[in-house]
């Protein structure tokens, strides 16, 4: 016989004979079965409940539990520790940006440098704080939220692969998370991947994702470390979704050619268009400015704005984008460009016309939002401009941003950078193949930090870096442990 005590998210069971408590049931968990004795410290951090401080009458006790009802002793009580951590999602799906700087690229809001220059200026070396072990499916992108739940965690979903994966940082070990019985698959593999948060979610709720057939909502269960997702639309989904105001969108594949699939963020109002020629495959991730969202090919532009059909803009004759260099960034006045090349030289073009003007530039930038550098200089004003020098002993560097750092006080931009050291060749060949000797992760802003240091890096375009439990994280496939860098006051 057991007794039953309820709370206001679960319900749990008492043993008559031993005292123990055992977790019956939880708001938006469908199962609740966990295995070992070394989940139960991270499954009382995830519902908030109490663990023992000094009796040994069980092992975990339910949410609000101040004493241990067999013996009288204090418990340990986790509900609303610690406080909220922000979330992370990919810069690309930082909602707190404001709308005069495009979302969808490489720009978080989060105040990293005025944690991260209060270390040591260069030319002083430094080094990560702490590490941690890169997940078994290497390459993924990573969320950190609380998903409903009373302390935040980290997943890091290895989309090609079909793959969540869960962080438990009590026994600072992976999950490799099963997916329920009638779960749609994860995999997507028709662009560059990006997800969309989920705005006040429910418990398990984590994000809008694409998968190869259909766009879904996928739902977490960490107690018994299973997850599903739930098809919102069902179709060969050709592009990550973006967002615009209360609206969002994606691209999909028919037997007819592209077409745009949009609804406002509750699901109603579902309307499809048609995209002309746009192709079906190999779309970069959406950008979302001025009331629009644009999507970037090798081939051309498509934009869409609510009330509107899409409109498909194939590059100019002679004109071929460098998606690789970077992203869309802004000139003076507000204007949207893209580096590229035409004819015999490299060239911006602005996006979103169909009759676009085009700067002439003397060599390859690397960038986007603002955040750009010719060689190892950063370029300031228009991105056209000539770059600033300040130590001509850089000019043999090759500058390649990863995170711009958004603060409006900020005269100009600041950001996470890896400068690769005494690299002459042309830009896209060290994006590609060739494996860089050495290079130096660095925080530009106020105060130049040197982080860490880089030996013998190849694709570098693969360096993810990520914010968790209030720490700069950088990850890179070829890596078995992920660096880290702490966010709170130095002493």
């Avoid at 992203?327 to 060239?347: F, K, M, N, V």
Wanted: aromatic share 10%.
């Amino acid at each position: 016989m057991a007794y039953r005590w309820e709370t206001p998210a679960s319900v749990w069971l008492e043993d008559d004979t031993s005292g123990q408590f055992a977790l019956a049931a939880s708001e938006g968990l469908a199962r609740v079965d966990w295995h070992g004795a070394g989940r139960v410290a991270d499954v009382a951090h995830l519902l908030g409940a109490s663990l023992p401080a000094s009796c040994t009458c069980s092992p975990i006790y339910p949410e609000g539990f101040a004493f241990c009802p067999g013996c009288g002793r204090a418990l340990k009580q986790l509900a609303g520790q610690p406080g909220p951590q922000p979330d992370w999602w990919g810069p690309w799906s930082d909602q707190a940006l404001p709308r005069h700087v495009p979302h969808g690229l490489a720009v978080t809001s989060l105040s990293l440098g005025e944690a991260l220059e209060a270390r040591p200026a260069a030319p002083v070396a430094g080094r990560s704080d702490l590490s941690m072990p890169a997940p078994p499916n290497a390459l993924c992108v990573f969320a950190a939220g609380a998903y409903g739940f009373s302390a935040q965690r980290l997943l890091a979903l290895a989309y090609t692969r079909n793959v969540l994966q869960y962080w438990d940082p009590l026994a600072r070990v992976w999950h490799v998370m099963t997916l329920d019985e009638h779960s749609a698959d994860l995999t997507f593999t028709s662009a560059a991947y990006g997800w969309l948060p989920i705005v006040n979610p429910r418990r398990g709720e984590v994000a809008l994702i694409p998968t190869d057939k259909g766009l879904c909502r996928l739902w977490i269960n960490p107690v018994s470390e299973t997850c599903r997702a739930e098809a919102v639309f069902e179709a060969a989904i050709a592009s990550a979704p973006g967002a615009v105001g209360r609206h969002v969108a994606c691209l999909f594949a028919t037997a007819s050619g592209t077409r745009l699939w949009s609804a406002l963020a509750d699901g109603a109002g579902v309307a499809l268009h048609d995209c002309a020629d746009a192709p079906a495959t190999g779309w970069m991730r959406p950008v979302s400015y001025d009331g629009r969202i644009l999507w970037l090919h090798p081939l051309g532009q498509l934009i869409w704005q609510p009330g509107a059909p899409p409109q498909w803009l194939p590059w100019p004759p002679g004109f071929s984008p460098r998606l690789a260099l970077g992203g869309p960034t802004q000139s003076r006045d507000g204007r949207l460009w893209h580096i590229g090349h035409a004819a015999q030289e490299y060239a911006f073009i602005e996006l979103g016309r169909d009759k676009p003007q085009m700067q002439p530039i003397s060599g390859a930038r690397l960038g986007f939002a603002n955040f750009v550098f010719r060689r190892g200089h950063a370029v300031v004003n228009e991105p056209w401009n000539d770059e600033n020098v300040e130590d001509l002993h850089q000019d043999d560097d090759l500058v390649l941003p990863l995170l711009r750092g958004f603060n409006s006080d900020r005269a100009q931009p600041s950001g996470l950078v890896l400068r690769l050291h005494q690299y002459t060749g042309r830009a896209e060949e060290a994006l590609a193949g060739r494996t860089i000797a050495r290079a130096t992760l660095e925080w530009i802003g106020r105060r130049n930090v040197i982080l860490d240091d880089v030996v013998r890096l190849a694709r570098p375009l693969e360096c993810t870096p990520f914010v968790y439990d209030d720490c700069l994280w950088l990850h890179h496939p070829d890596w078995n442990q992920v660096r880290g860098w702490r966010l709170a006051a130095l002493p």
